[in-house]
């Protein structure tokens, strides 16, 4: 049974900085692809940054390019997303996610196409 599970979620000022990570088992997210997507309280889920295992090939939505990077720790089975220079606008519930299929990452990552999911962590960007 594939299990996903986020940590690292909490307040942080605006500007600064948070490092959520994902811990997996029952599937390995070096022969996957990972997505990280947050939803907004009255909003639609958004695919915010996915990354291809296979090549790397990765998307990122445009709200946050330049701002969030993606990582993985293979030996931990962990993979991390490393949010810089926060806004207001980037509270939210976010979510990894992981396929062993993989098809286009952007469609992946827009569609939200992937088969395992977190239950989810909180970030809240407020002074």
């Known amino acids: 049974q594939v299990q996903l599970v986020e940590s690292g979620g909490g307040l942080a000022q605006p500007g600064g900085s948070l490092r959520l990570s994902c811990a997996a088992s029952?599937?390995?997210?070096?022969?996957?692809?990972i997505g990280w997507f947050r939803q907004a309280p009255g909003k639609e889920r958004e695919g915010v940054l996915c990354?291809?295992?296979?090549?790397?090939?990765?998307y990122y939505a445009d709200s946050v390019k330049g701002r969030f990077t993606i990582s993985r720790d293979n030996a931990k089975n962990t993979v991390y997303l490393q949010m810089n220079s926060l806004k207001p606008e980037d509270t939210a519930v976010y979510y990894c996610?992981?396929?062993?299929?993989?098809?286009?990452?952007?469609?992946?990552?827009?569609?939200?196409?992937?088969?395992?999911w977190g239950q989810g962590t909180q970030v809240t960007v407020s002074s």
């Open positions: 029952g599937i390995f997210l070096d022969d996957s692809a």
């Open positions: 990354i291809s295992s296979f090549d790397d090939s990765t």
């Open positions: 996610a992981a396929d062993p299929i993989v098809t286009t990452v952007q469609a992946m990552c827009v569609g939200a196409d992937f088969g395992a």
